[in-house]
């Protein structure tokens, strides 16, 4: 199958590294990677134009939704999940642990305030509580996995099946 990997790890300061490494760990497991750095599109129409025809030719997205500059996955990472999801390809999402929201925003963000009508951040915002480990839009369209891109791999025959 052609996966699409998405997540933060285009902007790591290793990011080619990464990606050869990515490559062949999805080939080890049969499959080939689609990475955004792939292409030579340099500006943000092109690059963002290659990425989206990348999603439309994957079977699967991959998607790292660890933390990023935040609490909160990386927000060109959420989008892809989303674009793939209207699309109707499966998603399969990782993370490091398997923490839900609540804590992950008390953890990154500072202590919640309960009221009656749920807990808040230290903005006022009520931090959703659905005991899901991301807001319910990722969660519920990204079937997780606790770990990195090998265990999502390993994960992939449960959630995808295929020849």
Not at 39 to 65: E, F, Q, T
Not at 93 to 122: I, K, S
């Amino acid at each position: 199958m052609k996966l699409y990997l998405a997540g933060p790890d285009v902007f790591r300061s290793d990011a080619l590294a990464w990606a050869d490494t990515a490559r062949a760990l999805c080939a080890a497991h049969g499959h080939e990677a689609l990475v955004p750095l792939d292409g030579d599109a340099i500006d943000a129409a092109g690059i963002y134009a290659a990425n989206v025809a990348m999603i439309r030719a994957a079977d699967v997205v991959m998607a790292n939704l660890m933390s990023f500059r935040g609490v909160e996955p990386d927000s060109g990472t959420a989008f892809e999940v989303g674009f793939a999801s209207a699309l109707g390809k499966p998603v399969i999402g990782y993370l490091p642990d398997a923490a839900v929201l609540r804590d992950r925003v008390a953890q990154g963000f500072g202590p919640l305030r309960q009221t009656e009508d749920g807990a808040l951040d230290r903005n006022g915002q009520r931090v959703e509580d659905f005991g899901l480990p991301l807001n319910l839009m990722l969660a519920i369209a990204a079937r997780i996995v606790v770990g990195d891109l090998s265990d999502a791999l390993a994960a992939l025959t449960r959630f995808v099946p295929h020849d």
